[in-house]
């Protein structure tokens, strides 16, 4: 069975600092990977995805993810940090034992960006 | 040019009443989902429709019951509104779910429904 463990529940950063979130899968296929991000009282959007092209993968707003299998992670990086990134995040694998396109989130990670 | 909407953006109910959540999106696409995040921000699907036919159903109360219309449209129905269904509800759609290739789920802003 697939799942997605995110290490973190709260990450605290300086604005123009470096984010990192971490995510570890479990997965018994080759994974599609996804980090979503939900901003306050909004629907969540997409942030990038990993559908075993390039194992690093860059995203919108400058966030970019690295697929490292020997290490199941797909942790979650920016170079610097913006007050409009104050979000929660969460780290998604596609069921991939059928066609239904069934997400399965992790627990989320709330970032916090401090000015 | 709402891509995903969902009405009505909070319901506040009392234990026991019935009530419906819309979801419509414009995207052309063939599969639906409802997800439900509960107080702690856990994400967890409940249903999806592709193209009005049902494909994935988790173990929900049967309280929850979806309707597809259309593909368009995928509204929630939820009888004898209990305290733990307090959540937010949200709609996505995708690209069918059968054809080949990644399908990125798009989502709709939410439902905040709270029960009394």
Known sequence: ?115 | DTAVSQTPKYLVTQMGNDKSIKCEQNLGHDTMYWYKQDSKKFLKIMFSYNNKELIINETVPNRFSPKSPDKAHLNLHINSLELGDSAVYFCASSRSTLLAGDNEQFFGPGTRLTVL
């Open chain 1, 1 to 115: 069975a697939q799942s997605v463990t995110q290490l973190d529940s709260h990450v605290s950063v300086s604005e123009g600092t470096p984010v990192l979130l971490r995510c570890n899968y479990s997965s018994s296929y080759s994974p599609s990977l996804f980090w979503y991000v939900q901003h306050p009282n909004k629907g969540l959007q997409l942030l990038l995805k990993y559908t075993s092209a390039a194992t690093l993968v860059k995203g919108i707003n400058g966030f970019e993810a690295e697929f490292k299998k020997s290490e199941t992670s797909f942790h979650l990086t920016k170079p610097s940090a913006h007050m409009s990134d104050a979000a929660e995040y969460f780290c998604v694998v596609r069921h991939g034992s059928s066609n239904t396109g069934k997400l399965i989130f992790g627990q989320g990670t709330t970032l916090q960006v401090k000015p």
